[in-house]
């Protein structure tokens, strides 16, 4: 392993899983690298910035050990979402110590009157947990 590739993989994750986007339909994040936060706790943060009435948001996050499979169940979900506002959960991921990348998936439902095509504003954020980011540097 090359030094470049050593560092790389000691950056613990401090990202956006899904940079704040509008979506009309369900779909999948962009593939992103756990790096030195893999087997720890991340806390996941979910915004949903725009919505519109009667529809609703499942969202999960998803864990693969080489980004190409993910398996048949989700490491998490965010209960089913259906105002605006910042939501969080914790992903434990030491039981899942081979997971090296995560992505989000959601579904989008509509209901009612009005425009049939459900839209939301969203993001989803990670980031190491305070306790296991300070025991990590052994404070």
């Avoid at 009005?114 to 300070?134: H, I, K, R, W």
């Amino acid at each position: 392993m090359s030094a470049e590739q050593n560092a790389d993989s000691e950056k613990t994750l401090c990202d956006f899983l899904l940079p704040e986007t509008i979506v009309r339909q369900d779909g999948a994040g962009p593939v992103r690298a756990l790096g030195g936060s893999q087997g720890k706790s991340l806390l996941i943060t979910l915004g949903i910035t725009r919505i519109v009435e009667q529809e609703s948001l499942d969202l999960s996050i998803w864990g693969s050990p080489d980004g190409t499979e993910w398996g048949t169940k989700p490491l998490a979900a965010f209960p089913q979402k259906f105002y605006c506002g910042t939501y969080k959960l914790t992903l434990d991921l030491s039981r899942q110590p081979e997971t090296a990348f995560l992505s989000v998936r959601w579904k989008l439902n509509r209901w009612g009157r009005g425009e049939p095509q459900p839209l939301f504003g969203l993001y989803v954020f990670a980031e190491e947990t305070g306790a296991q980011s300070a025991s990590a540097a052994g404070v």
